[in-house]
């Protein structure tokens, strides 16, 4: 079991900039680790993923606006959202793998360990 902690959420305009992390306490080095959010009164929505070995992925609706990166040594997972949009206004979870994962996946289906969430809110 891996017990994650997010941090960074809060309100700025459209256009502006956030940083969210997330500290992992538990072993992650192999796993895949994510970024998902959820709207209210929409499904979840995977945003971006790193895998064991760095690979990356993201969602169609942020790709060249947000980064993903972890720092393994600090057990830590960021995701640096750039030029944002009232659009991205949702709660942000953190999750991770509980097996060593090499293909990247936003399926939650695929994520055992998640973060109570941060809210990102965007103003027009």
């Known amino acids: 079991q891996v017990h994650l902690m997010e941090s960074g959420g809060g309100s700025v305009q459209a256009g502006g900039s956030l940083r969210l992390s997330c500290v992992a306490y538990?072993?992650?080095?192999?796993?895949?680790m994510a970024w998902f959010r959820q709207a209210p009164e929409k499904e979840r929505e995977g945003v971006a993923v790193?895998?064991?070995?760095?690979?990356?992925k993201y969602a169609d609706s942020v790709k060249d606006r947000f980064i993903i990166s972890k720092d393994t040594a600090a057990s830590t997972l960021s995701l640096q959202m750039n030029s944002l949009k009232p659009d991205d206004t949702a709660t942000y979870f953190c999750?991770?793998?509980?097996?060593?994962?090499?293909?990247?996946?936003?399926?939650?289906?695929?994520?055992?360990?998640w973060g109570q969430g941060t809210q990102v809110t965007v103003s027009s």
């Open positions: 999750a991770t793998t509980n097996y060593p994962c090499g293909l990247e996946t936003l399926d939650a289906r695929n994520f055992a360990n």
């Open positions: 538990g072993k992650t080095e192999r796993s895949c």
């Open positions: 790193i895998t064991g070995n760095g690979f990356t």
